[in-house]
């Protein structure tokens, strides 16, 4: 991926693993802000405001790259749309 270094890389990969430990084998389609919020909160409950903040960031790269590249129709963490 142009522009990201290979450690962002390793840990948006860790990050993008521990969301599909979540969820399973699911359309990425079907997930909503609501489904994306539980997860959060539920896998979040442990960790650090600094550590949550930054699985959220990855959470939103990837919606918003699916979304870009038409893999979804809609992103479900865009702020803007809603």
């Given at each position: 991926?142009?522009?990201?270094s290979p450690?962002?890389?390793?840990?948006y990969c860790f990050q993008y693993n521990l969301l599909l430990q979540f969820f399973g084998d699911i359309n990425m389609s079907e997930?909503?802000?609501e489904k994306l919020?539980?997860?959060l909160i539920q896998a979040g409950d442990h960790l650090?405001?600094?550590?949550?903040?930054?699985?959220?960031?990855c959470i939103k790269s990837l919606?918003?790259?699916?979304?870009?590249?038409?893999?979804i129709p809609m992103n479900p963490v865009d702020e803007s749309c809603c």
């Open positions: 991926m142009e522009g990201y450690l962002t890389l390793k840990t997930l909503t802000t919020k539980e997860y650090k405001p600094s550590s949550l903040g930054h699985r959220v960031r919606f918003k790259w699916t979304h870009e590249e038409g893999y």
